[in-house]
């Protein structure tokens, strides 16, 4: 009894530094081990961000079996940097990346968010020269809703990063698409209701509206 008491102690005091030296989420783990596992090709056009690209099915919304999910909820920008090998070693057509929003909710600056996306911009064009990449705006967020206030409270920080990205993707010579001001309340500057239901993810009818912005890119040949 007093050695199965030992073990369980052990075990115990185990636990907090198995989950210290986790870097990312059990979700993460799981849906990048399982990106690592399908192929992309040069035909391949992905979209590649955090919960609110995970939650589309974009094959299906472009009736295209070569547009591909590479969206993980919870992500962030270092998150995108760290799982980009399995994505640009296919050489993919096009990527479309959106991150940012779950870096605002942990309190991170604009300027360091950008920065880290130029690394992610950086490192896809240094080792996937002929992908185009396309760079979208933070979509704003809305804090009417009394949920995910990590996010929504810091809403303005969403135009900060915004005003940065656009010349960044100038500097860098990547296309730049603002999917913010299709989305924003003119009169309040956040998200307008009526493509979300809790101030953070999309409606459908918030993803048809995204479909439609892209889709120039996502066809152009």
Known sequence: MKNIALLLLGLFLALPQ??????????YEQRATLFEEL?????????????????CEW???????YVKNRGISGDICMGVYDRLDPII?????????????????????ADTIVARIEMIVKKIKAESPKTELYL?????????????????????????????LKPLAEKERVTYIDLYSHFVDGATGKMN?????????LLGKGYLLWRDIVKPYVNKK
């Not at 198995?18 to 979700?27: I, P, W």
């Not at 090709?41 to 590649?48: E, N």
């Open 18 to 27: 198995f989950a210290q030296e986790r870097k990312y989420s059990t979700f």
């Open 89 to 109: 070693k296919g050489k993919p057509a096009k990527i479309f990346l959106l991150i940012g929003i779950n870096d605002v909710a942990r309190g991170t600056s």
């Open 136 to 164: 979208q705006s933070v979509l704003p967020v809305n804090d009417c809703y009394g949920m995910f206030g990590g996010h929504t409270s810091r809403w303005q920080v969403v135009k900060q990063i915004n005003d940065l």
């Open 59 to 65: 094959g299906e919304l472009f009736q295209n079996t």
């Open 39 to 55: 192929p992309v090709t040069s035909r391949d056009i992905i979209f590649l961000g955090n919960s609110i690209t995970n939650g």
């Open 193 to 201: 209701p009526q493509y979300t239901n809790d101030g953070l993810h």
